[in-house]
């Protein structure tokens, strides 16, 4: 396949069928775990740690020669990360700092060539990820903070008059390789996922149309997820919403995103970083990061929860933990999150609605009243159960809905009352 042949566009864009199917399977499987992993771990300060701190690229990429996660173990971190009831990975390929975790012919600046480790970590991840039924997703930089021809806005990567010999042709080229490598030699990719194209203006043309349309080629049913913070582009699979959920710009990314038609991504962070950080401790509770999950679902999205790995390749410890203890809410819970859908009831104070098939689950989150009332218009109820025990819910059908009238005050970290219709 030369790449250099595809001109097609994706104006017009129909997903193939495994498309529609990947897309299904996706908002079905509502919860995923982000890793961010990379020569930065080894800072333990953070992925922007070389652009924060002002280091100079060829001072960063030294790093390289001591990247060695003799502790990296694929079977264990999916196990870990299955034990959290998480159905998919999403993995850094290539940050900003334009390391390549993966085997690479496209630069050297990659982990087979320029670190003594030498394993390609995706493989092996890809591998068991495959082995063990995960599905997997590559996140791909858009941004480099190291080569002359992504032409960066940061003049303290780029030396005084290289701007001007900037190729940006030669940069494309090298992601279109890249992807074609990623697409190609790791067996069925569930999503890539895209970064950085809030690094130029909405009016820069970053050729999309080619890259969408060689990953679509290449893997039909692989979905396109871009976090550019916009409404979806044509050629998109799915939508990405960062550090909130759809419709709430609190993090102050989302302002230019309407909710579109497609599914729905959520990602946060478990503590406040996104690479490996050793001084951040301040991970989110279990029961915030189970009502994460649970109003992700309740707004019609999934979650995709970060975990930054050590430099040595194992999950810091209370990351595992938090997983495991989703795992085990997810035992008990996950029939009111996997396969359902946002709604009928949008989101409240007291917490948030999800259905599948005839069957709603109201997943109250927070409050102390032992009546809720519920709009319903036009919807008459069989019957109200407490979900985990099956205990009857009074209940009142009224003409705009209904009002439940429960035993005890709610005040578990999720009191699931299902509603059959
Ligand atoms: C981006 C990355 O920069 C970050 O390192 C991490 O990978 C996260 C998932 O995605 O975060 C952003 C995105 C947008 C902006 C800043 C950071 N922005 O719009 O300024």
């Given at each position: 396949l030369l790449i250099s042949a595809i001109s097609f566009s994706q104006k017009g864009y129909v997903p193939a069928q495994e498309n529609l199917e990947n897309r299904k399977q996706f908002q079905d499987n509502k919860f995923g775990v982000f890793i961010h992993w990379g020569l930065y771990s080894m800072m333990a300060d953070g992925e922007w740690a070389m652009n924060v701190k002002k280091i100079n690229y060829s001072e960063y990429s030294k790093l390289a020669g001591g990247f060695c996660p003799s502790k990296f173990n694929a079977k264990q971190w999916v196990a870990d990360i299955k034990a959290a009831g998480a159905k998919y990975i999403c993995i850094t390929s290539r940050h900003h700092d334009g390391f390549s975790m993966f085997d690479t012919k496209q630069s050297d600046y990659n982990i087979m060539v320029?670190?003594?480790?030498?394993?390609?970590v995706l493989k092996e991840l890809a591998d068991e990820c495959h082995k063990q039924g995960v599905k997997l997703h590559f996140y791909y930089s858009l941004l480099d903070w190291g080569r002359p021809d992504y032409n960066p806005n940061g003049e303290l990567i780029v030396k005084e008059g290289e701007n001007k010999k900037a190729r940006w042709e030669t940069y494309h080229q090298f992601m279109l390789n890249q992807l074609k490598e990623l697409l190609t030699n790791y067996g069925e990719i569930g999503a890539i996922w895209f970064d950085?194209?809030?690094?130029?203006?909405?009016?820069?043309?970053?050729?999309f149309d080619e890259i969408y349309s060689l990953i679509h080629l290449l893997q039909p049913g692989c979905l396109i997820i871009n976090n550019h913070h916009w409404d979806a582009l044509q050629g998109e699979d799915a939508q990405a919403f960062e550090r909130d959920?759809?419709?709430?710009n609190t993090a102050g990314f989302?302002?230019?995103?309407n909710i579109g038609q497609l599914p729905l991504e959520t990602c946060e962070t478990m503590n406040d970083s996104?690479?490996?950080?050793?001084?951040?401790?301040n991970y989110k509770s279990e029961k915030s990061l189970v009502q994460y999950l649970v109003k992700a679902a309740g707004n019609n999205a999934n979650l995709l929860l970060n975990v930054g790995p050590r430099p040595d390749g194992t999950l810091p410890d209370t990351a595992v933990a938090r997983l495991k203890a989703m795992g085990d809410w997810l035992k008990s819970y996950g029939e009111t999150i996997y396969g359902t859908r946002g709604g009928p009831v949008g989101q409240r104070t007291w917490g948030v609605t999800t259905t599948k098939d005839n069957r709603v689950f109201v997943h109250i989150l927070n409050s102390q009243d032992k009546a809720l009332f519920l709009p319903l218009p036009g919807k008459s109820i069989k019957s109200a159960r407490v979900f985990i025990n099956n205990e009857p819910v009074k209940f009142v059908q009224q003409r705009e809905g209904v009002l439940l009238l429960l035993d005890k005050t709610p005040g578990d970290m999720d009191y699931v009352i299902e509603l059959r219709f």
């Open positions: 320029a670190s003594p480790f030498k394993r390609d950085g194209a809030w690094d130029k203006s909405k009016s820069f043309d970053w050729k959920l759809p419709g709430q989302s302002a230019g995103a996104w690479g490996y950080k050793i001084t951040d401790k």
